[in-house]
């Protein structure tokens, strides 16, 4: 499969309305021992607890790249809500990034999901010691290694969420220039569906 990456952007408080955002799947993170942020609780709260409640079940405690999928009823925005564990704020690197989005891409492709849309808050990447241009290139290395394992020659949509400030540092991102690194999670296998 290959990738085409796309940015959308959205007024300074998008994450408020992401509940209102057409995709085929909506991605959202959740950290070990934090409550869900603005986004995932929107979400929640418009399906009547769907997510909580699916996280319960299956035991979700948002380790690095363990996923909850929701598939929602027609008239909801979204197909399917995926809920990406990132793990511990203290573990959170380069590599925990690229688990994730390998973890929520795979998930994508096993829904049937053809768009993957990612939201992406800024203050808090940082917050996490990755910026946005960093983000981004780490996004497109690990979606195009899941992706490259599939041999359909469809294509898959990778959506970004932002605010207008985010969009030309995710734009330099992805045009940084891929490389082979030394880096164990650059090398990794890719995650099999």
């Known amino acids: 499969m290959r990738a085409k990456f796309v940015i959308t952007t959205k007024g300074k408080s998008f994450e408020d309305g992401l509940q209102e955002h057409d995709t085929d799947m909506l991605m959202l993170t959740k950290l070990n021992g934090v409550p869900l942020g603005a986004g995932p609780r929107a979400i929640d709260q418009l399906t009547n607890g769907l997510l909580t409640q699916r996280m319960e079940a299956t035991g979700f405690n948002a380790q690095v790249g363990e996923v ?96 207008p400030q985010a969009k030309r540092h995710l734009e330099k991102g992805l045009s940084i220039p891929r490389r082979q690194r030394k880096d164990p999670c650059c090398l990794s296998e890719p995650v099999s569906a």
């Not at 925990?96 to 992406?120: C, H, M, N, R």
């Open 68 to 163: 909850v999928s929701i598939s929602l009823p027609a008239g909801f925005h979204q197909k399917h809500v995926l809920l990406v564990g990132l793990g511990t704020t203290t573990r959170f690197d380069q590599c925990t990034l690229a688990e994730a989005i390998g973890a929520a891409v795979t998930q994508a492709i096993k829904d049937g999901s053809t768009k993957l849309s990612i939201p992406v808050v800024g203050h808090r990447l940082l917050a996490l010691r990755l910026n946005l241009r960093g983000t981004a290139h780490i996004v497109r290395n690990a979606a195009e290694r899941v992706l490259a394992a599939h041999p359909s020659t469809a294509r898959f949509d990778i959506e970004f969420i932002c605010g």
